[in-house]
């Protein structure tokens, strides 16, 4: 495992685009759980190895961190009370612990045993510096949280266990702790300026420029599209929608969400106040890319008093400097240290079995990882295994198998379907296979394993069962090359509120007062900040209801209140329609065919898939869930009579 691989995360190519589109910032609560990404959680002992010197896991947390003594002189660690061997009983089929484990290594042993190296790097460095973290300053950095989020401290404690699995236990040892040493460790490194702080307002609270953006790969079609802007910007967005190579803000016309200042890159924002309204900027490299804005307006700086925001603007700027500094301070320590990698290395692990690592002359053994493995992901994983034990009983009770050529012919399938063929008229296989493993963090082993293989195996079981109307492809055609509605939209999540948007925009149902309802209503970000502009509504996409009401619309007809969700309500403004795109039926039949086929097919996988898990009898220790059809039965049976009724 290299040293810096914790430290050093690459940033995506294109995050400047997702920036400028989504915007905002992530919750302050995210630096806790990347704490938690980069420390480990000592979940088993090992009197010999690494494990023993973070002391039993369910002492206090800062019964061990406070003073962290060497593995040498450590006391021995209590007995862990004894794990099952079996973890669940499928249909009376065990799953036991070791192949949970073994399963759970396989997927994050690598990750996990990152942290773990982590943890001790800083526990280590603590000791050596004499720092000192207390029971009270763990809690008092609870309770401070909690605050932050206006909740008592119970509650904050519940939330994390129901929402994200971690206890209060492993909240205050594996995050908070941890948060502590780190800025212990930091010293200076922390310091917040005055002037990082005004930055951060300024991006929340200050001026902005609403603007469309074109999206270019290429720079020769970036002077021809900017040729064409230049002349007629009236048509920018039209340009956008035809040219630009990124699809979210082409699909609006080019708009994006408002440019703030020192969020993005510095190019794009320098380019963007620079401008007028109305004017169209030059060409600006990024990050290979050509991009062109134009400017729709400056919008004037949110009335927002400094001082009563600084404390909470000062805590978000410590929480995104903590995460760099953290990493500064990880690369040092492995810098220092000397460090083994057994677990990737095959020939070290023929040398040296049941080792995970070595640090600093500490063993990490192999089992011991295995159990953090199982604290930290073993309910996912076993959840996943579960569903792959049903499928395969299925298998077998049809004598159904999925061999290696099935998988290789699924892939070649899916790049068929998703991707331009290679020159020769053959699946690009091999570009699908990076795309996939890239998307999903995993590798092309785990990618056949977890993904393909159930995939093929669910086909087989549902068999030729597949059936295409005319109907169906009628309805195909005209979804995808029939008119749409142009239409603004507001989105509310309660119906009083609904309510009163839609009679505010009866009373005025221009253009200008709509988009400024949906800016200052609409609970959808994207929505709010674009004035309520959305993609074309189409019909058959799948909200019946919605498509209803906006194809029953004149141009300038405000809609009625349509409920969307249980609680998810949308007011239109019908804009026009669109025209036909001119294609000629037979010469888009197949395609509609393969599309609406896999659409069909993948429903009746997803109903077969149910039906497996609704029929089976489940006994799941791990996540303390039982099931059985019979059981199911029995506590409806007893139910009262009214109940089965209503």
């Given amino acids: 495992m290299s040293g810096k691989d914790a430290a050093s995360r690459k940033t995506p190519r294109r995050l400047w685009r997702t920036t400028l589109i989504i915007g905002g910032f992530l919750a302050a609560v995210g630096l ?76 994050y042993g690598e990750q996990v045993l990152e942290s773990v190296v982590n943890k001790y790097l800083i526990l280590g460095e603590c000791q050596r510096r004499g720092i000192t973290i207390t029971v009270d300053e763990v809690d008092a950095e609870v309770e401070r949280m909690a605050t932050r989020f206006n909740l008592p401290v119970e509650h904050w404690l519940k939330l994390l266990k129901d929402e994200r699995g971690i206890t209060p236990e492993q909240y205050k040892s594996d995050i908070i702790w941890p948060t502590l040493a780190l800025r212990r460790l930091a010293g200076d490194r922390m310091a917040i300026s005055e002037e990082e702080v005004r930055k951060l307002f300024d991006s929340r609270y200050g001026p902005a420029v609403k603007a469309r953006m074109i999206v270019c790969k290429s720079k020769e079609k970036a002077e021809k599209v900017h040729a064409e802007a230049v002349a007629h910007p009236d048509q920018f967005g039209n340009l ?53 804005l134009k400017c729709e307006a400056h919008l004037p700086p949110m009335r927002v008093d400094y001082n009563a925001v600084h404390d909470e603007l000062e805590e978000i700027v410590r929480d995104s400097k903590m995460e760099k500094v953290a990493n500064e301070i990880f690369r040092e320590l492995q810098s220092k240290a000397q460090i083994v990698n057994v677990l990737n290395d095959p020939v070290k692990r023929s040398q040296m079995p049941g080792v995970a690592a070595i640090v600093n002359g500490k063993k990490i053994m192999l089992n011991d990882l295995g159990e953090m493995c199982i604290d930290r992901h073993g309910r996912e994983v076993l959840e996943n295994l579960i569903g792959r034990r049903l499928i395969e009983q299925a298998c077998r009770a049809k004598n159904i198998t999925v061999t290696e050529a099935d998988i290789d012919a699924e892939i070649a399938e899916m790049a068929r379907l998703n991707l331009p063929l290679l ?8 570009r699908w296979i990076q795309m996939m493993t890239e998307q999903q963090g995993t590798t092309e082993t785990l990618y056949r394993r977890d993904v393909v293989w159930p995939t093929v195996a669910l086909k087989k079981l549902v068999g030729d069962t597949i059936s295409i109307t005319s109907d169906d492809l009628k309805k195909a055609f005209e979804s995808n090359y029939g008119p749409r509605v142009r239409c603004r939209a507001i989105v509310l999540d309660n119906l009083r509120r609904a309510q009163t948007v839609w009679e505010k925009a009866a009373a005025d149902p221009s253009l200008d007062n709509f988009a400024r309802l949906a800016e200052e209503y609409s609970v ?110 029995q506590q409806i049976a007893t139910r009262p009579s009214e109940t089965i009724t209503r």
């Fill in 524 to 633: 959808d970000p994207a929505n709010r900040a674009l004035g309520g502009e959305v993609a074309p509504i189409r019909r058959y996409g799948g909200q019946p209801e919605l498509e209803e009401e906006a194809f029953s619309l004149k141009p300038g007809e405000l809609s009625g209140i349509v409920q969307v969700g249980p609680s998810t309500y949308v007011i239109l403004l019908c804009l026009g329609r669109t025209e036909p795109v001119d294609v000629d039926f037979e010469s888009v039949r197949d395609i509609l065919y393969d599309s609406i086929r896999q659409k069909k097919l993948h429903e009746a996988m997803a109903d077969a898939f149910a039906k497996l898990q609704q029929t089976a009898t489940i006994d799941d220790f791990l996540n303390g869930k039982t099931q059985s059809p019979s059981l199911s039965k």
């Fill in 240 to 292: 956008a929608k035809e040219y630009s190579d990124d699809m979210a803000s082409a699909s609006l016309k080019g708009l994006i969400q408002p440019i703030r200042k020192h969020i993005g890159q510095p190019e794009i924002e320098e380019a963007a106040f620079a401008l007028k309204e109305g004017e169209i900027s030059p060409i600006i490299p990024v990050h290979g890319e050509y991009v062109i």
């Fill in 32 to 107: 806790a759980f990347a704490v938690r990404a980069w420390i480990g959680s000592e979940t088993a002992q090992a009197e010999t190895g690494i494990l023993s010197f973070f002391g039993a896991k369910n002492e206090s947390p800062a019964a061990k961190p406070t003073t962290p003594k060497p593995a040498a002189n450590a006391p021995a660690a209590p007995a862990a009370p004894a794990r099952p061997e079996v973890v669940a009983v499928v249909n009376n089929e065990q799953i036991t612990r070791d192949e949970l484990r073994k399963e759970c290594l396989l997927r």
């Fill in 423 to 430: 020159p020769d008229g053959s699946p690009d296989v091999k």
